[in-house]
């Protein structure tokens, strides 16, 4: 798999009503993770956690890059493993308790000898593309408003009021198990990716963020900016956006991206 020189940018805010930041998200290319907890403090934090942990893991091992899609599934059953374990461990103190998270991440793979993006999704974090100055969300929220939207009985934007747009029909911790989407997206296809939690998606409109996005050059900023609206816009729930943009092919073979990593503690961006 070829090198891809990326520039990337996180932010993340407890919001103005949560007491926990139960979000967190891992950059360590060339894998991009965003996990929203649930069960508050001490289990959603905990859950979103153990998902990034299991990511840098991944980064760390390596993997084959032409089986992203069994890498990333593996990698999630080992956090869905561990979620289950904790959950059972508290819940002889806290019976009411319930640890679970959302997940999405996006990963370099090879397919057909090009090297591309794999993203993958559980839960209503989203993942969105901004590409020539338009935004695509291209992950499908796993909740019961969006599978209201798609059988036709209420539209998008009563979605956004509905009493249960916060229920989520997957997630890690949950019986089912690990079941990611998972979309293939070409390099060309997306010079910027977003992947956020709902605590943004659910302040701020899509026109919102491709606003942002398109006036916000440098991808730290754009973060910065993104959470910053949603905090704006009443934040009452943790916000969490990272984006990366590709900038190009690395040609040089010495190039290793291993020397533009920060520390294991600076690049999980989970919150104790």
């Known amino acids: ?36 907890g649930m069960g508050g403090h001490a289990g959603g934090d905990v859950a ?16 084959d890059p032409s089986r992203g899609a069994e890498a990333v599934t593996e990698t999630l059953t080992r956090a869905q493993v561990r979620i289950l374990d904790y959950g059972e461990t508290q819940r002889g103190e806290h019976p009411q308790r319930h640890a679970g998270t959302t997940c999405v991440a996006a990963v370099l793979v090879e ?17 969105y593309r901004f590409n020539h100055g338009v935004l695509e969300q291209v992950s499908v929220d796993h909740s019961v408003v969006q599978e209201l939207i798609d059988a036709g009985r209420i539209t998008a934007e009563e979605a956004a009021s509905h009493p249960e747009r916060h229920v989520i029909t997957r997630a ?15 390099l060309a296809g997306a010079e910027r990716l977003l992947l956020c939690s709902d605590g ?9 963020i491709e606003s942002i996005l398109d006036r916000v050059a440098d991808p730290r900023d754009a973060a910065d900016a993104l959470v910053r609206a949603a905090l704006d816009a009443g934040g009452s729930d943790n916000a969490t956006a990272l984006v ?13 991206s291993a020397r533009q990593l920060a520390s294991l503690e600076d690049k999980l961006g989970a919150r104790p």
Not at 2 to 22: F, M, P, Q, T, Y
Not at 200 to 208: F, L, N, S, V
Not at 244 to 256: A, E, I, R
């Open 200 to 208: 943004i998606t659910g302040m701020i409109t899509d026109e919102t």
């Open 172 to 186: 890690l911790g949950s019986r089912e198990g690990a079941r990611p989407d998972f979309f293939l997206l070409p």
């Open 244 to 256: 990366v943009d590709v900038v190009g092919l690395v040609h040089d073979d010495s190039y290793d």
């Open 48 to 63: 979103s956690r153990i998902v990034v942990e299991e990511f840098a893991r991944l980064v760390a091992a390596g993997y």
């Open 111 to 127: 397919d057909r000898e090009q090297t591309t993006w794999l993203l993958a999704n559980l839960g209503d974090s989203r993942i």
């Open 1 to 36: 798999m070829k090198s891809v020189d990326l520039h990337h940018g996180a932010a993340s805010e407890i919001g103005h009503v949560r007491k926990v930041n139960e979000d967190s998200f891992l950059v360590s290319p060339p894998v991009f993770v965003v996990a929203d």
